[in-house]
């Protein structure tokens, strides 16, 4: 399909596109406005270069989760459109891009503004969980900052149910993510535990957000596993005098290897991290 068919698609809708924002294998997303000049962000997925099994497996998934979940923290899906070349998922525009861009400019977190950005992050998760619902691709890429100092949870590709036909508990067998942010149970090709995934990647992601560095190195799998298994992230943060002890003990919760002591998101939400004094005091708000 043409970029000139491309606008005539969203044109049809009141839609014009204004720049690329980013693009993928089989996808870009794109800033559009409407006739009355408010901002969107547009998903435009190639069918040709997705593939049919991808299409059928993976995104109409998206569509269809899309439509079941409301959060304020999840990024809102207004229209998706279809035609014979490509789907168009039409969302909320968040102006100040990704975590992941954020912090490469800016840096890491103070402790007190992860605080405030994490827990909202939280909640999106806990909603999800709550709906039986997995977003296994959790990663600061897709995780966006608005102008208000409000997080949206974004890209629900790789995201499922995690319940069978029967309402019973389905383990998965799909590698799908980011192989910086998974845990040791996928790196090892064992069946798991989706909402597990998301909470190791949580772990990764505040991580991140304090350190601006990666708490894994994905360039040799086998030293990553080892590494992961020694909870050698518990050594590392051992050498961090100026942030707080739950801090720590949060973090080495979530990147915990042993599936039966790994914090769950329930539990997540009430740490005792966020009743420190200064929850929610931005020092320096997005504008």
């Not at 970029?3 to 993928?24: D, M, P, Q, T």
């Not at 525009?93 to 861009?101: A, F, I």
């Not at 909603?127 to 890429?141: F, G, M, N, S, V």
């Not at 590698?175 to 989706?194: N, Q, R, V």
Request: hydrophobic share 40%; proline share 3%; glycine share 6%.
């Amino acid at each position: 399909m043409t970029s000139r068919a491309k606008h005539k698609v969203l044109g049809k809708v009141g839609y014009n596109i204004v720049k690329i924002l980013g693009k993928g294998a089989y996808s870009k997303v794109c800033l559009i406005v409407n006739e009355t000049g408010k901002k969107y962000a547009c998903k435009i997925i190639k069918k040709k270069l997705a593939g049919l099994d991808f299409i059928e497996k993976f995104v109409y998934r998206e569509v269809e989760i899309n439509n079941m979940i409301k959060h304020s923290n999840i990024v809102k899906v207004h229209t998706i459109l279809e035609s014979k070349d490509a789907i168009y998922m039409i969302m909320d525009y968040c102006r100040h891009g990704d975590l992941l861009e954020y912090i490469k400019n800016f840096g890491c977190f103070p402790e007190e503004n992860a605080k405030n950005y994490f827990k909202q992050i939280v909640e999106a998760v806990c909603y999800l969980h709550d709906h039986d619902i997995a977003h296994r691709d959790l990663k600061c890429e897709n995780i966006f900052l608005m102008w208000n100092n409000q997080v949206k949870l974004g890209d629900f590709g790789f995201s499922r149910s995690c319940s069978d036909g029967f309402g019973q508990k389905a383990l998965s067998d799909t590698f799908c993510g980011s192989l910086a942010y998974a845990p040791p149970e996928i790196l090892k090709g064992i069946s798991y535990d989706p909402k597990m995934y998301d909470v190791w990647s949580l772990g990764c992601v505040l991580y991140i957000m304090i350190t601006a560095s990666m708490p894994f190195n994905d360039a040799n799998v086998r030293k990553m596993i080892k590494f992961q298994m020694k909870k050698s992230v518990s050594t590392i943060t051992l050498l961090w005098p100026k942030h707080s002890d739950r801090l720590k003990n949060l973090i080495n919760s979530l990147l915990e290897p042993d599936l039966d002591k790994r914090i769950t998101i329930k539990f997540v939400k009430i740490h005792s991290w966020f009743e420190e004094s200064g929850i929610g005091k931005v020092k320096k708000p997005l504008s």
